[in-house]
């Protein structure tokens, strides 16, 4: 159980475009999401929380407009990276949970802008 | 100080052996703590989930808390070379709604 699916696993795009990531809870509804990026050999950042059907909430130094995230449903979450520029590149994770369950990961998406 | 805290490593055990992980926290009112486990270029994975003081064992993982202490940890025994990655700590307190601060992580490496 607790099945986090994340689409697409890679991306490599020209800078400029904007690029959208995908979160499913396939198993289970997520009454919280979040989304998260890894640079090499660092530790997880969190970028920003989202509760379905409210406005994400963002972490400090994290541009709401550059990454925009939807929370349309209990099974379903997107991140947009707009106007994506090579500084951008990264390994974005998101995680979902349930209430009073623990965080569980999406398999990432490596993104490469050009 | 940081909230929660790891060892970076490299934790180096030979095969068979016990492998202990540690990590400290900061915030009293924290109430759940959790062990992922992050292969290289991977994303992280849930291995231990603990919420009361003591030990909870599964598997060949072993979690021990110590609130009073603010201490956690993760003991794996029978190490397997498949167990090298990177052990991430995590603390989640009282009205986070679920958010979690992450240690630095500890590399582990398992050799035969």
């Known amino acids: 159980g607790a099945v986090v699916s994340q689409h697409p696993s890679w991306v490599i795009c020209k800078s400029g475009t904007s690029v959208k990531i995908e979160c499913r809870s396939l198993?289970?509804?997520?009454?919280?999401m979040f989304w998260y990026r890894q640079f090499p050999k660092q530790s997880l950042m969190l970028m920003a929380t989202?509760?379905?059907?409210?406005?994400?909430?963002?972490e400090q130094g994290v541009e709401k407009d550059k990454f925009l995230i939807n929370h349309a449903s209990l099974t379903l979450s997107t991140l947009t990276v707009t106007s994506a520029h090579p500084e951008d590149s990264s390994f974005y994770i998101c995680s979902a949970r349930d209430e009073g369950q623990p965080q569980h990961f999406g398999d990432g998406t490596r993104l490469s802008i050009l | 100080q940081k909230e929660v805290e790891q060892n970076s490593g490299p934790l180096s055990v030979p095969e068979g052996a016990i492998a202990s992980l540690n990590c400290t926290y900061s915030?009293?009112?924290?109430?759940?703590f959790f062990w992922y486990r992050q292969y290289s270029g991977k994303s992280p994975e849930l291995i231990m989930s603990?919420?009361?003081?003591g030990d909870k064992e599964d598997g060949r993982f072993t979690a021990q808390l110590n609130k009073a202490s603010q201490y956690v940890s993760l003991l794996i025994r029978d190490s397997q070379p498949s167990d090298s990655a990177t052990y991430l700590c995590?603390?989640?307190?009282?009205?986070?709604?679920?958010?979690?601060?992450f240690g630095q992580g500890t590399i582990l490496t398992v050799h035969p």
């Open positions: 915030d009293r009112v924290s109430q759940s």
């Open positions: 603990i919420y009361s003081n």
């Open positions: 989202s509760n379905e059907g409210s406005k994400a909430t963002y």
């Open positions: 995590a603390v989640m307190g009282g009205t986070s709604y679920g958010k979690l601060t």
């Open positions: 198993d289970f509804q997520a009454t919280t």
